[in-house]
């Protein structure tokens, strides 16, 4: 493992990417980890260097603001990697404030409120000739006469795109309603839950969904990526938990020419559901930061983190985008979370398996490929740190993660 000092410069990863900090750990970058949390299992990582504590942007998205300027003031910081939607939002929206200290990667405000905004979203879909599902606001239809789905219309609610939120508040509206043709579903309650006018969208028949993941520098495409969801965290869909690396020339063609048509900038997941009927890719979600699946594209080798360290420190002619095909990695947590939907998630557009069939689905592809996001036995203690917190709900204190960091290294440098 390259020698980590803050003298040979620092980033900036915000809350607990394991991926992330891994990836520039590995090549040497001194990794600073700001976190809400004392605690955070990705502090224990032999690659996490330090933590800072930040106030939660729940508690104030302001705050979290100025203390993450604040670290991005010291001499040694060169980068912030954003990792969650709050990121992509203070970074864009303060971006001046940021760069005084140092350089980003991230998108002009009016391009982040374009992605964050699923209508926009459709429109600039209609203009680069991207076929999307149709989206209007729920506002707008009288009647449901074909299957569809009922979503927030923002990624993030924040004061610039609804009504009602001063600068530090924000929401994340996670809720969906299957709707079936004919139905007469309360849009008041609807409209009180997601707190906002909410989106209607077109439900499409999946024959599989997909990622396309991309890194841009001013409308030109530095790296991209695909993989495969073979497994959500739901039977009906939803995250991805077990993900293949894969290339399709379609897929790839649809997935540039809409962020060419965006002229986009930074990074990019677009998350794509291939039409059983037409064949077509079809895109539903644009996320602007760090994807939760991150760990399955480091794992099939698109080093997406070290791909956005190299751009924003001047460096981007020394990004070599490859990968390799078929390369599956699973989220252990979403798995179980998968096993448990089958249980208590209802949809009408899914079929529901059985539960022994689910078990051995998992149990066959975990044995076939072995490869998981945090479960590392070169770094064991960010999976042991996890597991104390959501089976015997206790912290792991600093002085046993010291203790356990120390006698790990200790051990590998007498091997």
């Given at each position: 493992?390259?020698t980590?000092?803050k003298?040979d410069g620092s980033?900036?990863?915000?809350?607990?990417?394991?991926?992330?900090?891994?990836?520039?750990?590995?090549?040497?970058?001194?990794?600073?980890?700001?976190s809400?949390?004392d605690?955070?299992?990705?502090?224990?990582?032999r690659?996490?260097?330090e933590?800072?504590r930040?106030p939660?942007?729940?508690?104030?998205?302001v705050?979290?603001?100025?203390?993450?300027?604040?670290?991005?003031?010291?001499?040694?910081?060169?980068?912030?990697?954003p990792?969650?939607?709050?990121?992509?939002?203070?970074?864009?929206?303060?971006?001046?404030?940021?760069?005084?200290?140092?350089?980003v990667?991230?998108?002009?405000?009016?391009?982040l409120?374009?992605?964050?905004d699923?209508?926009?979203?459709f429109?600039a879909?209609?203009?680069?000739?991207?076929?999307?599902?149709?989206?209007?606001?729920?506002?707008?239809?009288?009647?449901?006469d074909?299957p569809a789905?009922?979503?927030?219309?923002?990624?993030?609610?924040?004061?610039?795109y609804?009504?009602?939120?001063?600068p530090?508040?924000?929401?994340?509206?996670?809720?969906?309603?299957?709707?079936?043709?004919?139905?007469?579903?309360?849009?008041?309650e609807?409209?009180?839950?997601?707190?906002?006018?909410?989106?209607?969208?077109?439900?499409?028949?999946?024959a599989?969904k997909y990622?396309?993941?991309a890194?841009y520098?001013?409308?030109v495409?530095?790296?991209?990526?695909?993989?495969?969801?073979?497994?959500?965290?739901?039977?009906?869909?939803?995250?991805?938990v077990?993900?293949?690396?894969?290339?399709?020339?379609?897929l790839?063609?649809?997935?540039?020419?809409?962020?060419?048509?965006?002229?986009?900038?930074?990074?990019?997941?677009?998350?794509?559901?291939?039409d059983?009927e037409?064949?077509?890719?079809?895109?539903?979600?644009?996320?602007?930061r760090i994807?939760?699946?991150?760990?399955?594209?480091?794992?099939?080798?698109?080093d997406?983190?070290?791909?956005?360290w190299?751009?924003?420190t001047?460096?981007?002619?020394?990004v070599?985008?490859?990968?390799?095909?078929?390369?599956?990695?699973?989220?252990?947590w979403?798995?179980?979370?998968?096993?448990?939907?089958?249980?208590?998630?209802?949809?009408?557009?899914v079929?529901?398996?059985?539960?022994p069939?689910?078990?051995?689905?998992?149990?066959?592809?975990?044995i076939?490929?072995?490869?998981?996001?945090?479960?590392r036995?070169?770094?064991?203690?960010?999976?042991?740190?996890?597991v104390?917190?959501?089976f015997?709900?206790?912290?792991?204190?600093?002085?046993?993660?010291?203790?356990?960091?120390?006698?790990?290294l200790?051990?590998?440098k007498?091997?």
């Amino acid at each position: 493992m390259a020698t980590r000092r803050k003298s040979d410069g620092s980033v900036l990863i915000t809350t607990g990417n394991y991926a992330t900090t891994r990836s520039l750990g590995e090549k040497g970058i001194y990794t600073i980890l700001a976190s809400e949390y004392d605690d955070t299992p990705v502090g224990s990582s032999r690659y996490c260097d330090e933590v800072v504590r930040v106030p939660a942007p729940r508690d104030g998205l302001v705050a979290y603001k100025d203390a993450l300027v604040e670290i991005a003031a010291r001499p040694d910081v060169k980068t912030i990697v954003p990792t969650r939607v709050e990121d992509g939002y203070v970074l864009s929206k303060y971006y001046d404030e940021f760069d005084e200290h140092v350089d980003v990667v991230v998108q002009p405000f009016e391009m982040l409120h374009e992605a964050h905004d699923r209508i926009r979203l459709f429109d600039a879909a209609q203009a680069a000739g991207v076929p999307m599902p149709r989206t209007r606001l729920l506002s707008d239809v009288e009647e449901f006469d074909t299957p569809a789905i009922i979503k927030a219309r923002f990624n993030v609610l924040v004061g610039e795109y609804v009504d009602g939120y001063d600068p530090s508040e924000y929401d994340i509206i996670k809720g969906i309603h299957h709707v079936q043709p004919g139905d007469v579903p309360d849009r008041d309650e609807i409209v009180r839950e997601m707190k906002h006018d909410p989106i209607v969208q077109e439900y499409v028949p999946s024959a599989g969904k997909y990622m396309f993941a991309a890194l841009y520098d001013h409308g030109v495409p530095v790296a991209t990526f695909q993989h495969r969801q073979i497994r959500g965290n739901s039977y009906t869909g939803g995250g991805g938990v077990y993900r293949s690396s894969v290339y399709i020339p379609e897929l790839e063609a649809v997935g540039r020419k809409l962020l060419d048509h965006m002229n986009w900038h930074g990074l990019a997941c677009i998350e794509y559901v291939k039409d059983a009927e037409t064949g077509e890719f079809k895109p539903i979600e644009l996320n602007p930061r760090i994807w939760q699946s991150m760990p399955s594209t480091v794992r099939a080798g698109a080093d997406f983190p070290y791909y956005y360290w190299l751009q924003a420190t001047g460096q981007k002619e020394r990004v070599e985008p490859r990968y390799e095909l078929g390369v599956g990695s699973h989220f252990l947590w979403g798995e179980l979370g998968y096993l448990a939907s089958v249980v208590k998630d209802e949809s009408p557009f899914v079929p529901r398996p059985s539960l022994p069939s689910a078990v051995r689905e998992v149990a066959s592809s975990i044995i076939s490929e072995p490869r998981f996001d945090i479960v590392r036995l070169d770094d064991p203690l960010p999976f042991v740190h996890f597991v104390f917190h959501v089976f015997f709900s206790k912290p792991v204190t600093p002085r046993l993660l010291s203790a356990a960091k120390g006698a790990m290294l200790r051990s590998r440098k007498v091997n």
